[in-house]
């Protein structure tokens, strides 16, 4: 049954924000079709210049189909925003985890009247390359990524928001987030670790809708799933409501009581098989179907435009059109109202610089007194403490100089070290902290830090094991993808440590993260350059970082504090006392091998240089004059715990490599350096036999 759209009574949400026009619009099943028609525009058969359509596999245009009422829905009465400034920093987040720049988004953003998304643009998928981010446009809030993430990530966003108001408060920080799940989001790990913290953190601003159209990208979800999903997420804390996907009256009443709430919701929306896939339903053939014209035959004529010819695509009348601007439009005076509070308010100067993501004006005069603190005190220490010292600390002065810097740990906090002094816990009762104590939910502490710099206005760290950095791999990919500001510290890097065997050391970790295009993987080799490796994370707006770094006290190698040296990626730490016979390069703990090796060589009058490498990405972009000045001519020998993959491009074809070769290890007996050949006198030996 068709409802006219109104505002709903009593909404939270709008009451303080500035009233949206009540003027009666099209039929909701009307603006809803609008959707439909452009998918099953999308979902043609392929065309000589374009032979992939931007909508994916028959499931997945079915999918968008099903969920067209609650877009409408959703973005004509509850979802805040405005077509002309998509990035108004007060705007709802709408997430849509159920498909990567799917075509219901990009019809929605096309519908509302947005900018730089036309007809073209749906119909052939808008280049990644012509916008930031690689999430398509300025109104595409996230790439949603491997199932799960989107859902996560949007939970890193309403955290944002909630410590965001916190600090700020709610005149200038005052907004939901939306999210479109499906089946497949909801069965995939991360959304446990994700719907637990957000219950855990009364995350009441975070709305999920669920498709549940008992549809899998593997077949009918019977076949492997059997939980209930509305109890799963009752239990995890949230508020929960089952509704028809069809129906705008439930719909409306679903989302007014989302609103209401004081837990995060989850408002399940069943839909039956779209009517233009009356042919090929969610079944595991039609999953993986090949795009093409079957799946929409019979589409059109079931949507009820008569005035609309069906043979006559890409084509929206034009009464719905004016009604989905006028949508679109429908925030433009709550923005307005927005930045009159903004203009006026004593926060705006703090505001405005932690949304653009400028470091504070203070932040290098700290860094700098932090370097020449450590340059004074002999020896200081290195490791997980991240510079640690007498009354100051690397990530304590970091975290006083720059108030958007927010962290957590996934594991044992006290070990990994990222809650420093006066930093409190973020907590359902203190939104206002900047400590996330995550458990060990690795892989959702990843993603919603992604969410959390996505958001604006914070720096998020995050804290685990190089050994168990595995699990936040896929979000660090995203992060990576989608050029976001999130830094890793991975600790506990070193081959001998814990007493679990084998599958705490880390051994092919390093070369794993560093194959990653646009990561900058750090692994510095004392006190002073884990603090540069910090200053050059923190200076890097375009992409994610990893500092890694090992838990013995390491002695220093620098006390020199003029220039942030590890910014080249790599430097000659100390040269050979006359021509080089031989160049040492070496990372992290292991620079100290090599400093102590040079020495027992230079008493054998064998002059040696040595080399510290800490950030291969930084070192390659240098130019190949500053490269060949720091590696040499004279033999290589490469120094380091870790998988020797990819250390060729330094060492040459004639290059020496020590790495983890040794025996195995077993619980309850670690295994040291020594046996692992990292040693000064192998390093020594190795030196000796090359040159023969």
Not at 435 to 461: C, D, F, K, Q, V
Not at 467 to 476: E, G, H, K, M
Not at 595 to 604: E, F, K, Q, T, V
């Amino acid at each position: 049954m068709d409802v006219p759209i109104v505002l709903p009574p009593n909404n939270p949400a709008l009451s303080r924000r500035t009233a949206i026009s009540a003027e009666p619009m099209a039929p909701p099943r009307r603006m809803a079709d609008a959707i439909r028609a452009l998918v099953i525009d999308a979902i043609g058969p392929p065309q000589p210049d374009h032979p992939e359509p931007p909508i994916g596999p028959a499931q997945t245009g079915m999918a968008q189909i099903g969920m067209a009422d609650v877009a409408t829905a959703l973005w004509t009465r509850f979802h805040k925003f405005d077509a002309a400034d998509p990035r108004w920093p007060d705007r709802d987040r709408f997430v849509l985890s159920a498909g990567h720049h799917s075509i219901l988004l990009r019809a929605l953003i096309h519908l509302t009247g947005h900018d730089t998304m036309s007809i073209d643009d749906i119909r052939t998928g808008p280049a990644a390359a012509l916008y930031p981010g690689h999430t398509g446009h300025p109104a595409v809030e996230t790439a949603s990524g491997p199932c799960g993430e989107g859902l996560a990530t949007a939970v890193g966003m309403a955290l944002a928001e909630r410590n965001m108001a916190a600090r700020f408060g709610k005149s200038l920080v005052d907004h939901r987030t939306w999210v479109f799940a499906s089946d497949d989001d909801l069965m995939a790990g991360i959304s446990h670790e994700a719907a637990a913290l957000a219950g855990h953190l009364g995350l009441s601003k975070l709305v999920v809708l669920y498709h549940d159209n008992r549809g899998s990208i593997d077949g009918e979800p019977a076949l492997f799933c059997s939980d209930d999903v509305l109890k799963r997420f009752s239990a995890y804390g949230w508020a929960t409501k089952q509704v028809e996907g069809d129906d705008p009256a439930q719909l409306n009443a679903a989302l007014s009581f989302a609103v209401r709430s004081r837990k995060p919701t989850l408002v399940a929306c069943r839909a039956a098989t779209p009517p233009l896939a009356a042919n090929a339903a969610a079944t595991r053939s039609a999953a993986g179907s090949t795009r093409g014209r079957t799946p929409t035959a019979g589409g059109k004529p079931r949507i009820r435009w008569h005035d609309r010819p069906h043979d006559c695509p890409w084509v929206i009348p034009a009464d719905v059109s004016q009604r989905w601007h006028a949508a679109g439009s429908r925030g433009a005076a709550a923005r307005r109202s927005w930045l009159k509070r903004l203009a006026r308010h004593n926060q705006r100067g703090e505001f405005e610089r932690v949304i653009s993501g400028r470091l504070p004006d203070t932040w290098h005069e700290a860094m700098a007194d932090l370097k020449h603190h450590i340059a004074d005190r002999s020896p200081p220490p290195a490791g997980r403490a991240s510079g640690r010292v007498p009354d100051n600390d690397c990530l304590e002065t970091l975290v006083t100089a720059t108030p958007e810097l927010i962290g957590g740990s996934a594991g044992s906090t006290a070990a990994n070290d990222t809650l420093t002094n006066g930093l409190a816990p973020i907590s359902v009762s203190n939104y206002g902290g900047r400590h996330i104590h995550y458990g060990i939910r690795g892989h959702a502490m990843a993603a919603a830090a992604n969410g959390m710099a996505l958001h604006g206005g914070i720096i998020p760290y995050v804290a685990t094991g190089v050994a168990y950095s595995d699990a936040l791999r896929p979000a660090l990919r995203m992060a990576a993808i989608m050029r976001q500001r999130v830094i890793y510290v991975l600790t506990h890097d070193a081959a001998g440590i814990g007493r679990d065997g084998a599958s705490d050391h880390p051994a092919e970790h390093l070369a794993d993260l560093r194959a990653m295009s646009n990561v900058h993987v750090h692994r510095p080799a004392d006190s002073m350059e884990a603090a540069e490796c910090w200053e050059l994370a923190l200076r890097r707006a375009d992409g994610p970082s990893l500092l890694v770094l090992p838990r013995p006290t390491l002695p220093t190698g620098r006390t020199d504090a003029t220039e942030n040296r590890c910014a080249r990626g790599g430097y000659v730490l100390a040269e050979a006392e006359g021509p080089r016979h031989a160049t040492l390069i070496a990372t992290g703990s292991e620079v100290a091998i090599a400093m102590a090796a040079r020495d027992h060589l230079a008493a054998a009058r064998v002059a040696v240089a040595v080399v510290s490498l800490p950030c291969w990405e930084q070192f390659d972009l240098q130019d190949s004059a500053y490269r060949a000045h720091v590696l040499g001519a004279a033999p290589r020998v490469g120094i380091e715990a870790a998988s020797g993959f990819g250390w060729d491009q330094w060492l040459g074809p004639d290059g020496t490599f020590i790495d983890l070769s040794g025996p195995a290890a077993s619980a309850g007996h670690p295994r040291r350096d020594a046996d692992f050949a990292i040693t000064t006198d192998a390093v020594v030996a190795a030196v000796t036999r090359r040159l023969g």
